[in-house]
Every structure is written in structure tokens, then in C-alpha cells.
């Protein structure tokens, strides 16, 4: 695949999602922080739902009772905001923005949801809220050429139905967003919305409470080639279902009618937690990794690709390692995958989402495909995986993890040792400066709506890690880079534990520097990297190219990084809100981390993205769906992070 390069045109009419490229000139935005940021906390872990008895027949219609915080209106009276706590917002084109709830219903077994199946009641009556104004329009979802017919609507003008109509929108208080699978159990995702606009009269409705209900039908055949599968062990669907679906008894129900009566055998072919896969040249210096998981506690193993390569069925090598992780997940429990190669020797899987007119820049390297097991992620069986037709039943792809992933960027045996020695080093003891964070923002651009920049998306991150100190760079409040490449460096020695850059980059550049800057870094403990910028992630280059700088920064003997995560292809934000779209991605995995003891920080990235799946498209230009392929761990996926006041040693 070749890799993007260099500047992309920015379009001064359009207000919209924005690549994170570098090269585009530097400015400032007081941003809505806490408007957005009411939205984030898990639906499951909000007051007011609470799951009723199913109707009768049982199993065959499922009731949920939602009850709402009452509404605040912000912003000016021209472009205002109806925020609803435990609500996103939606970001369609032209449309008003319209707070809504994700809900995820666990389904029994052998039913489905069809839209036509969901309905909802109003117990109470609905509040006129006056005084609401003009709602802010989401702008047209991407800026790149060729698609003009998400432009002709992406303003109110584009809608004059819409705004002129008397009647509420949205006309229906529930939507069907997709029905996924995650350890053996089908998900209903359901967007809720507890208000309607009336544009005419700059009005709205809220709704307290809503009953949805949802009529099941029986679910569709499975696809012979890639029947479902279950875990090994009925605790681990409990477990990664555990604050995720807001019907937990129906759970518990679905779990009672499938356990066995007698205690599970162990598997014939042994237990495997955590494993890896790797060419048998580097398995050698992977074994020290696989000691330590064996010390805290798992069952580590390692498969050399060329033994599945050899004898697991599939049509490439990608889907014969990802047929043996099906096996490996039904058969030996497994629950972490490290990737012990750069795309040279151990593939990445390239997912479809068209963005644009070329197919450069609608493919991206994509190994959430080695995470979410369920179907062949591509039933069309034709050259592009991950399309959202691409799912099993005409069903959008899998994007409920199975297994958390994670990649070893290495070519050879001393890279592999170097990588493993920086894990090792990073869990003898919490890191020297291990409460430490360096926030990197810079000055993203002059807009149409205002200057960006992105230090302003850290506000939510400072708000999730308690107990950590702040290091910045930050070009606020000017449109010049007011912090260099040495500044970089400099802070980067200081040996921070988190480091999070919210600016342009490229797959040569982040952070202000470039791979071969790197040399020079000497920071006495391995730092975790968060980056949001475009392509600093881009892994997937041939052997003819350099690895790109997010690879430079695992890769580095001694210093750097013991992990990354990192965009893929293009990074994405709003100009007008910065943290939209990838700046929330990062914002869910820090409070993941910062929330729970000892979260592995592939599962804290793994939960941090499905809290977001209630906003991925299945049209348009589809700026969350692009967000939520990308975003690629470099680094050992069972790596627990270390965090002030949740230390286990
Ligand atoms: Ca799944
Ligand atoms: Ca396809
Ligand atoms: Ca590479």
C-alpha cells in the first residue's frame, strides 16, 4: 500500500471534520468543553435506566425504561446547544445537533433486532422547552473532493424540508444503529433521543421518561464459514459485558440457560491467555515476555506464523491467522493478541470506508480486524474488508471486540529483544516520572469559524487523571509554534509517563520532530504516547520505506516509548469543537485507564472506543467509523498502565 504524504488541500467553505496533517499554518478557539463533555460518562453507569420485565412471550420483546435529566440550553441564541447528561450529540450534515443515548441490549439467543421491531412509549408527558433557539447544525462530515452530494446538504439551506416542517424531529424517538456481537452475545445498539426540535418555532420537546421496546425476530442463518463463536469460559462474556449492556439481568438469564451442568474440562489443547504471533525467527526473543505474563498469572504462548500459514484454512494469511485466533478464543481462551511484527513479515488487514475519490485515501491499515472475531468482516467476499454491508446476515461488520490486540512494530531478532526489554523495564516499577504528564498542543489552523487549537481538547483530559502533574507545550493563544522540536525533546527527557500530542503529523513527524531526531532521547523510563495527528501511526509501509515516527519512538533501544497509540491513516477533528472525533477516542481511553485498577491497556482502548459505537456511521462520509479503525496500538496489549492510587505491584 503506498502511504500519504504531505499536505492535503484544507476547503475554506466547508466547516468540517478536519484532517490532522501537518503542514497547515497555526491560532484560538475557546472551546465548549463542558458541552461536550457531559456526554461521556458509560450509559451504564448513569442513574436512570432500569431494565423492566420482558413481555410475554419471554425472549421475544425486551423493555427498557429510560429516565432523563431535564435539558440546559447553551451557547447564543443563534447556535445553541440542548445538553442532556449521559447524552452524545449527533453530527450529521445540516441536521441539528439533538442530544441522544446509546443503549445496548443484550439479545438471547437465536433472536435479532430489525428496526422495524423498535418502539417507544412516553409514560410521561413531554416539557415544551422555549427559549431553545436556533440549534447548531452539524457541518458536512469531510472535506475531501469528489463527494458533492454530502456538500448540496450539508447547511440548513440543503434541508428545507426539515426546518420548515412543523413536525418534531427527529419524527422517531429511536433509531437501530446496528446489532453487533461480543463474547458470544448479540448486542442491539439503539440511539434514544429524549428531545425533538421543532426548527419553525425554535422550540423542543423533552421526553423524562421513555419505554423502548424492542420486538425480537429470529436471527438470520449463520454463515457456515464463519459460524459463531462462544469463549471458552461462559465468566468471560460476564466480564467484557460488564458495565457495557444496560439489561445485565437479560444477561445473566441468557448466561443461567447456556451453562453446563457439570464444571468446564480444561481444553484439550491447553489454556491460552495471551499470545503471540511472530516469523520463528524472532520467537526466541519474544520469550521473556511470555515469562512475565506467565508470572502475573496467564497462560502465554507463542505460534509461529509460518506453522498456520502452513495449516490453517483462509484465503490470505491474514485470515488464517485471524481463523486460528477464532480457534484460539472458542477452543483455549484466549484473551490478548501481540501482533511480534512490523506488516513486512506479519500482515495488518486493510479496511475499507470510502472518504473519498481515491482509494488511497479510503483504505487504512486496520488490525481491529485481529480483534473483533465474529464473521469473515468481509461476507461480500470481495477485495475490501470492513465495508458495513460487510457483516454476517447483511449486518454491519463486527466492531465488538473479541480479544485485545496490539502490534510489535520489529524486523528483526535485536528490535524484538529491545521492545521486550522496555515492557520488562516498565513493569519492574512505576516509572521515575510515572504522575507525570506532557500535554503537546498545537495551533491547528485558521477556520472559517475561528482559529483551532488543539491544547483546547485537553481540557477533558486534565479533568480524567487526578493526581498527575501537567507539563504543556502550547501555542495558545497565537497562530505561531511558540514550542520547537528541542522543546520537545527536552520535556520528552524529562521523562514524563504520559504523553499526549494534539497537532498535525505526518508518518515522518510528530511532536514537532522527525524519526531521525530521535537519537538523542535518553528518557530514563519508557513513556506511553497518545497522538491524534494524521498518519504518525502509518505502520504499514514496504520494506523499501522507513518506518513511520510512531514505530521509531517503540522501536528505540532503552528510551522512548513502551507503547503508542496512534492514528493509522488521517486523524479527524471538528474546528469549531476540537476534541470531536479522534480527540474523543483519546479522552475515553485516559478516563478508561484513570477509572479502573489495573486495566490492561488494551482492553482501556478497546472499552474507550465501544463507548463510541452508538456514533459510527453507516453512511455519509463517515469520520467516527474512520476514527474507530485506526486508531492502532503499538505496544503489548496486557500492559497494565501504571496509575496514581490504583498501584498493584
Ligand atoms: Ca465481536
Ligand atoms: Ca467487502
Ligand atoms: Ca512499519
Same mark, same amino acid.
Given at each position: 500500500m503506498p502511504t500519504a504524504h504531505g499536505c492535503r488541500c484544507v476547503d475554506p467553505g466547508a466547516p468540517a471534520s478536519r484532517p490532522l496533517h501537518s503542514s497547515a499554518r497555526f491560532s484560538t478557539l475557546r472551546f465548549l468543553s463542558a458541552l461536550l463533555f457531559l456526554t461521556l460518562a458509560p450509559a451504564s453507569l448513569l442513574p436512570g435506566a432500569e431494565a423492566l420485565p420482558a413481555a410475554s412471550p419471554p425472549g421475544q420483546e425486551l423493555q427498557l425504561l429510560v429516565r432523563f435529566e431535564k435539558p440546559t440550553i447553551q451557547g447564543p441564541a443563534t447556535e445553541s446547544h440542548l445538553q442532556i447528561a449521559g447524552c452524545d450529540l449527533t453530527h450529521r450534515a445540516g441536521e441539528p445537533a439533538l442530544p441522544f443515548r446509546t443503549v445496548r441490549l443484550?439479545?438471547?439467543?437465536? &433472536?435479532?433486532? #430489525? #428496526?422495524?421491531?423498535?418502539?417507544?412509549?412516553?409514560?410521561?408527558?413531554?416539557?415544551?422547552?422555549?427559549?431553545?433557539?436556533?440549534?447548531?447544525?452539524?457541518?458536512?462530515?469531510?472535506?475531501?473532493?469528489?463527494?458533492?452530494?454530502?456538500?448540496?446538504?450539508?447547511?440548513?439551506?440543503?434541508?428545507?424540508? @426539515?426546518?420548515?416542517?412543523? *413536525?418534531? &424531529?427527529?419524527?422517531?424517538?429511536?433509531?437501530?444503529? *446496528?446489532?453487533?456481537?461480543?463474547?458470544?452475545?448479540?448486542?442491539?445498539?439503539?440511539? @434514544?433521543?429524549?428531545?425533538?426540535?421543532?426548527?419553525? #418555532?425554535?422550540?423542543? !420537546? &423533552?421526553?423524562?421518561?421513555?419505554?423502548?421496546?424492542?420486538?425480537?425476530?429470529?436471527?438470520?442463518?449463520?454463515?457456515?464459514?464463519f459460524p459463531s463463536i462462544r469463549p471458552l469460559d461462559p465468566s468471560e462474556t460476564r466480564r467484557a459485558l460488564a458495565g457495557f449492556i444496560d439489561n445485565p439481568a437479560d444477561l445473566e438469564a441468557t448466561l443461567r440457560s447456556l451453562a453446563s451442568p457439570t464444571s468446564p474440562s480444561a481444553p484439550a489443547g491447553g489454556r491460552i491467555d495471551y499470545l503471540i504471533l511472530t516469523p520463528s525467527n524472532l520467537v526466541a526473543s519474544f520469550q521473556p515476555l511470555l515469562e512475565q505474563k506467565r508470572r502475573e498469572g496467564l497462560t502465554a504462548a507463542t505460534v509461529a506464523l509460518e506453522e498456520i500459514a502452513s495449516t490453517t484454512p483462509g484465503r490470505d494469511l491474514a485470515e488464517k491467522m485471524r481463523n486460528h485466533l477464532r480457534q484460539s478464543y472458542t477452543n483455549s481462551g484466549l484473551r490478548y493478541l501481540l501482533l511480534g511484527g512490523d506488516t513486512?513479515?506479519?500482515?495488518?488487514?486493510?479496511?475499507?470506508?470510502?472518504?473519498?475519490?481515491?482509494?488511497?485515501?479510503?483504505?487504512?491499515?486496520?488490525?481491529? /480486524?485481529?480483534?473483533?472475531?465474529d464473521g469473515s468482516w468481509n461476507r461480500t467476499g470481495d477485495s475490501? %474488508?470492513?465495508?458495513? $454491508?460487510?457483516?454476517?446476515?447483511?449486518?454491519?461488520?463486527?466492531?465488538?471486540?473479541?480479544?485485545?490486540?496490539?502490534?510489535?512494530?520489529?524486523? *528483526?531478532?535485536?528490535?524484538?529483544?529491545? &521492545?521486550?526489554?522496555?515492557? !520488562?523495564? /516498565?513493569?519492574?516499577?512505576?516509572?521515575?516520572? %510515572?504522575?507525570?504528564?506532557?500535554?503537546?498542543?498545537?495551533?491547528?489552523?485558521? =477556520?472559517?469559524?475561528?482559529?483551532?487549537?488543539?491544547?483546547?481538547?485537553?481540557?477533558?483530559?486534565?479533568?480524567?487523571?487526578?493526581?498527575?502533574? =501537567?507539563?504543556?507545550?502550547?501555542?495558545?493563544?497565537? #497562530?505561531?509554534?511558540? %514550542?520547537?522540536?528541542?522543546?520537545?525533546?527536552?520535556? !520528552?527527557?524529562?521523562?514524563?509517563?504520559?504523553? @499526549?500530542?494534539?497537532?498535525?503529523?505526518?508518518?515522518?513527524? $510528530? $511532536?514537532?520532530?522527525?524519526?531521525?531526531?530521535?537519537a538523542p532521547l535518553s528518557n530514563s523510563s519508557p513513556f506511553l504516547i497518545y497522538s491524534i495527528g494524521c498518519n504518525s501511526g502509518r505502520f504499514d509501509n514496504d520494506k523499501f520505506s522507513p518506518d513511520c515516527i510512531g514505530e521509531e519512538f517503540v522501536k528505540l533501544p532503552r528510551a522512548g516509548a513502551v507503547a503508542a497509540l496512534l492514528n493509522s491513516h488521517l486523524g479527524w477533528f471538528d474546528p469549531k469543537h476540537p476534541l470531536l472525533y479522534a480527540g474523543e477516542f483519546q479522552r475515553n481511553l485516559l478516563q478508561q485507564l484513570a477509572g479502573q485498577a489495573d486495566v490492561p491497556l488494551g482492553n482501556a482502548l478497546q472499552r474507550g472506543r465501544e463507548l463510541l459505537v452508538g456514533q459510527v456511521e453507516t453512511s455519509g462520509l463517515m469520520t467516527y467509523r474512520w476514527c474507530y479503525y485506526e486508531i492502532t496500538l503499538l505496544g503489548d496489549p496486557g500492559l497494565r498502565v501504571w496509575v496514581p492510587g490504583r498501584v498493584s505491584h
Open positions: 443484550a439479545l438471547p439467543p437465536g &433472536f435479532t433486532l #430489525k #428496526k422495524e421491531g423498535l418502539s417507544v412509549a412516553n409514560p410521561l408527558p413531554p416539557i415544551a422547552l422555549d427559549g431553545v433557539g436556533t440549534l447548531e447544525h452539524g457541518g458536512p462530515p469531510g472535506l475531501q473532493s469528489g463527494i458533492p452530494r454530502a456538500r448540496a446538504s450539508a447547511t440548513p439551506d440543503g434541508l428545507p424540508a @426539515l426546518y420548515s416542517s412543523e *413536525t418534531p &424531529f427527529p419524527p422517531l424517538l429511536a433509531e437501530l444503529a *446496528t446489532v453487533q456481537r461480543k463474547a458470544g452475545i448479540d448486542i442491539a445498539v439503539i440511539r @434514544l433521543f429524549p428531545a425533538q426540535y421543532l426548527p419553525s #418555532k425554535r422550540t423542543a !420537546l &423533552f421526553h423524562p421518561e421513555l419505554l423502548l421496546r424492542a420486538r425480537l425476530t429470529p436471527a438470520p442463518p449463520e454463515n457456515p464459514r513486512t513479515s506479519v500482515p495488518c488487514r486493510y479496511a475499507f470506508i470510502p472518504r473519498g475519490a481515491s482509494p488511497r485515501d479510503s483504505t487504512l491499515p486496520c488490525d481491529l /480486524y485481529f480483534a473483533c472475531l475490501r %474488508w470492513g465495508e458495513v $454491508m460487510d457483516g454476517e446476515g447483511d449486518a454491519d461488520v463486527d466492531l465488538l471486540a473479541e480479544i485485545a490486540v496490539g502490534r510489535a512494530p520489529v524486523d *528483526t531478532p535485536e528490535e524484538a529483544a529491545a &521492545f521486550v526489554e522496555k515492557q !520488562l523495564r /516498565y513493569r519492574a516499577a512505576p516509572p521515575v516520572g %510515572w504522575t507525570n504528564v506532557l500535554l503537546m498542543g498545537a495551533f491547528l489552523g485558521d =477556520f472559517p469559524t475561528g482559529p483551532a487549537q488543539g491544547a483546547d481538547m485537553f481540557d477533558p483530559v486534565v479533568a480524567a487523571l487526578p493526581g498527575y502533574q =501537567f507539563e504543556w507545550l502550547d501555542d495558545r493563544p497565537g #497562530k505561531e509554534p511558540k %514550542w520547537s522540536g528541542a522543546d520537545s525533546l527536552a520535556a !520528552l527527557n524529562r521523562s514524563p509517563h504520559l504523553v @499526549l500530542y494534539n497537532g498535525h503529523g505526518d508518518p515522518s513527524t $510528530m $511532536m514537532r520532530l522527525e524519526g531521525a531526531d530521535l
